[in-house]
């Protein structure tokens, strides 16, 4: 077993944080103030997909992430019973390209996103990106959150550059 984590002496508040990268061998997320990139391999279990997903609803229940599928017009109606929000569609080569947000806020959305998520990795690796209002606070909580996966661990911390210059209007 690993000494207790001191997460909190090497990432000070102090400093502008930029991105922080943290995960085990077979995820990696990568946290911004705007946007987290969660990268999953094809050995990630269902429940740790799960635990992800829940807990930045838990962080940010306005998460949302961006998902386009190809797919039948009467299908979009599946995706929507499901808690995907319809933000646009077009034909595309004898069907529809649906775009949908799976908003972080509803459960049923979150377990259709694990479901697909784990059904994907039997044919690659999976990569998306969730879009969030995360800042310092909510970058730390999350972490907080996650290390209570088994093998999780902080991967690299990047601070703004503190050399240059920014305005506040």
């Known amino acids: 077993m690993e000494p207790a984590d ?7 508040p102090a400093q502008s944080l930029c991105t922080m990268e943290m995960g085990r061998d077979d995820v990696n997320i990568v946290c911004s103030y705007g946007k987290i990139s969660v990268w999953f391999g094809r050995t990630t279990p269902g429940t740790v997909i799960w635990k992800i997903l829940t807990c930045i609803s838990s962080v940010d229940k306005l998460a949302v992430h961006e998902k386009e599928v ?4 009467d299908d979009i109606t599946v995706y929507e019973s499901y808690g995907y929000v319809l933000i646009s569609y077009a034909r595309f080569e004898g069907g529809y390209r649906a775009t949908f947000n799976v908003p972080f806020s ?5 377990i259709y996103q694990a479901d ?8 690659k690796n999976v990569l998306i990106d969730i879009y969030w209002a995360g800042d310092y606070t909510n970058i730390m909580r999350l972490y907080q959150e996650l ?8 991967k690299n911390i990047t ?6 210059s920014t305005s506040n209007f």
């Open 116 to 123: 697909s998520i784990f059904k994907e990795l039997k044919e």
């Open 6 to 12: 001191n997460t909190e002496i090497i990432i000070s």
């Open 106 to 110: 509803s459960n049923k959305a979150l």
């Open 159 to 164: 601070y703004k550059d503190e050399s240059k």
């Open 147 to 154: 290390r209570n996966i088994e093998e999780w661990k902080l």
């Open 70 to 73: 190809i797919c039948s017009f």
